[in-house]
């Protein structure tokens, strides 16, 4: 996500309630960045990584999923939505219940292993009890629901989860509303692959994230089923059902593959020739950066929804109304960083927005522009008492500070200070490597750190506390 253009202040009045974010005070303890950082094995990190503090009714950890798929039956005249969603996971141990993430829409069966479950609803909860209890290994939970979707505002008054549009809608997801359309495992942290089966008019196109594998017409209407074949957080899902100018096209990876594009951009308003022919290029520039392209799919989905943000939804990025050079390189970033390599507790969302950000100013760098060393001189002019130093990218403690400048701008500033410390070789090999190490996995703020320390050969703990944690302008820079 670029970062948010609308703000209205009256829904952070509202919200607290709605999220329960009023409630007992956010806990602080665990992994923190000035922790020592030895070169400990991955296992011990996970260990010492704290509990999502900023959604903590969202995700269980008693399974895994591997599978999402998702069917839906959506009419656009009367938003009215009939889904059925699978759901193949892994129980980690005998469970007697389990929960999914869910709201809104009305339930019309559960089943188990084929058989049907008892259920109830929570506030954002399906708690559902199968048959006989599961023991620990695969399981298949079917969700049939219907009803007209809801949408979701967040606690920065932003709207996400299924948003309807003048012909269609667009599903998006960051950070929890991708529960109001897909029950769900709602956290960062459990990965699956998806498939999409959507049956709309033939009036109307569909997209989702992956790849196109079928798209199949009986009579007045159509399914497009959609894989997205790369593991994805749920946040990242997205559908879009609209009029939309559909448009396929390819770029050739360093890897070798030809990774196939998808376009969708709505008719009405399509300015996207520039844009299109601009994402080969801007994929390019960055896989010599950043290593290899590490999903099996690109495109763009330019719609009229009035959400005020972008989103790096995977592999086929959101963006409202138009795309601008700066947030097509931004989004484009995000499925390395963000996407491929994602954070685990939201705390860290500076590993996404950070690196996306700095991915635009070496973009900007390259192309006669403000090199990331101007930019970062320009933003640390900023007076100390601006929201840019406070509160520190890794401690704000409201999900309303989940897409503040500190995350974004001193994210980026944070690595180039990187940069100019261990240099422009171990640097680059360091960015390349945290691609590649986490490709298509979780990662933590500590294990970026140990990171740069192993590339680098230099104790950088003082740094990133200082950029990381600190409350106020660093010194010395
Ligand atoms: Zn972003």
Redesign the pocket.
């Known amino acids: ?2 970062r948010l253009v609308i703000r209205p202040l009256l829904a952070t009045l509202v919200l607290p309630l709605v999220l329960g974010l009023s409630g007992p005070a956010l806990p602080t303890a665990g992994a923190r960045v000035s922790d020592p950082a030895p070169a400990a094995p991955a296992m011990a990190v996970e260990a010492r990584a704290k509990p999502d503090t900023l959604f903590p009714r969202q995700g269980h950890t008693g399974y895994d999923v591997r599978h999402y798929d998702v069917g839906l039956r959506y009419e656009p005249v009367s938003n009215r939505l009939e889904a059925s969603t699978a759901i193949r996971a892994v129980a980690k141990t005998s469970l007697r219940s389990f929960r999914l993430d869910f709201v809104g829409m009305a339930i019309d069966s559960i089943k188990v292993d084929g058989k049907p479950a008892r259920w109830r609803r929570t506030a954002e909860h399906l708690v559902i009890t199968p048959r006989t209890p599961l023991t620990k290994g695969r399981f298949v939970t079917t969700v049939a629901y219907s009803g007209t979707p809801s949408d979701y505002t967040d606690a920065d008054g932003s709207q996400e989860g299924w948003v309807r549009t003048v012909d269609g809608a667009v599903a998006l997801g960051e950070p929890v509303g991708t529960m109001t359309w897909i029950p769900s495992n709602n956290t960062p942290a459990d990965k699956a692959r998806y498939t999409f089966r959507i049956d709309v008019p033939n009036t109307v196109q569909a997209t989702a994230n992956g790849n196109l594998v079928s798209r199949e017409r009986r009579g007045l209407r159509t399914t497009w089923t959609w894989q997205a074949r790369d593991r994805m957080s749920t946040y990242l899902a997205m559908v879009a059902i609209g009029s939309f100018n559909v448009y396929r096209s390819s770029v050739e990876s360093i890897s070798g593959r030809t990774i196939p594009l998808w376009s969708f951009v709505d008719t009405t308003n399509d300015t996207s020739t520039a844009a299109r022919a601009l994402l080969p290029k801007v994929m390019t520039f960055q896989e010599k950066l950043f290593g290899a392209y590490p999903m099996t799919s690109g495109g763009m989905v330019v719609d009229n929804a009035a959400v005020g943000y ?3 939804t995977q592999t086929r990025p959101f963006y409202p109304f138009s795309v601008d050079a700066a947030t097509l390189v ?2 484009t970033a ?1 499925q390395w960083y ?1 996407n491929s390599v994602t954070l685990r507790d939201w705390h860290d969302i500076w590993l ?2 950070g690196f ?2 700095y991915a635009e100013w070496l973009w900007d760098g390259a192309h006669g522009g403000t090199s990331p060393a101007e930019h970062f001189d320009d933003l640390y002019a900023t007076p100390a008492d601006e929201g840019l130093w406070h509160p520190a990218p890794t401690e704000f403690t409201s999900s309303a500070d989940l897409f503040g400048e500190p995350v ?1 701008n001193r994210g980026a500033m944070t690595l180039q200070v990187l940069r100019e410390r261990i240099g422009d070789t171990d640097f680059f090999r360091f960015v390349k490597r945290w691609a590649t190490l986490h490709r298509q996995a979780n990662a933590s703020t500590l294990q970026l750190v140990t990171l740069a320390e192993q590339v680098s050969g230099e104790q950088l703990d003082g740094l990133f506390a200082d950029w990381l944690e600190l409350d106020g302008r660093p010194a010395g820079y």
Do not use: K, R, V
């Open positions: 996500m670029p972008a989103l790096e931004h989004e995000h963000g996404a927005e996306a950000t974004y």
